[in-house]
């Protein structure tokens, strides 16, 4: 896919989406998530990065790009989403379609808390 778009670090797995991505990107990230949830034990704490210059007048785009973690959303026992605060109010109400999941909004400037938020017990 040419960026590294998942990465692992026991239970918390960090995505980045990024702006367009096509429904090849999207199926490969479901698959990278989905292998990761088997090797942290079957339940993940996720660390959403969204890198799009859209301006939040484009939550369908966005909505169609979550598609990977609205399939494994029973696996995902926290999440974290870091965007600019453009996105904020768009991602906090498309994530409450995932319900059961606890969710946080970070700014890109505090992407060290969204990580301390998701290693807490």
């Given at each position: 896919?040419?960026?590294e778009?998942?990465?692992r670090?026991?239970?918390?797995?960090?995505?980045?989406i990024f702006?367009r991505?096509?429904?090849?990107?999207?199926?490969?990230?479901?698959?990278?998530?989905?292998?990761?949830?088997?090797a942290?034990?079957?339940?993940?704490?996720?660390?959403?990065?969204?890198?799009?210059?859209?301006?939040?007048?484009?939550?369908?785009?966005?909505?169609?790009?979550?598609?990977?973690?609205?399939?494994?959303?029973d696996?995902?026992?926290?999440?974290?989403?870091?965007?600019s605060?453009?996105?904020?109010?768009?991602?906090?109400?498309l994530?409450?379609?995932?319900?059961?999941?606890?969710?946080?909004?970070?700014?890109?400037?505090?992407?060290?808390?969204?990580?301390?938020?998701?290693?807490?017990?």
């Amino acid at each position: 896919m040419g960026r590294e778009l998942v990465s692992r670090i026991g239970d918390i797995v960090a995505v980045k989406i990024f702006d367009r991505m096509i429904d090849r990107q999207t199926r490969a990230l479901g698959q990278m998530l989905q292998e990761s949830i088997v090797a942290a034990g079957g339940k993940i704490r996720l660390l959403l990065t969204i890198d799009t210059r859209l301006p939040a007048r484009s939550p369908e785009s966005l909505f169609e790009n979550l598609q990977f973690a609205r399939l494994h959303a029973d696996h995902i026992e926290r999440l974290a989403i870091i965007g600019s605060k453009s996105w904020e109010r768009t991602s906090v109400g498309l994530f409450g379609l995932f319900g059961g999941i606890e969710t946080a909004y970070f700014d890109r400037s505090q992407a060290a808390e969204a990580l301390k938020w998701l290693q807490e017990v």
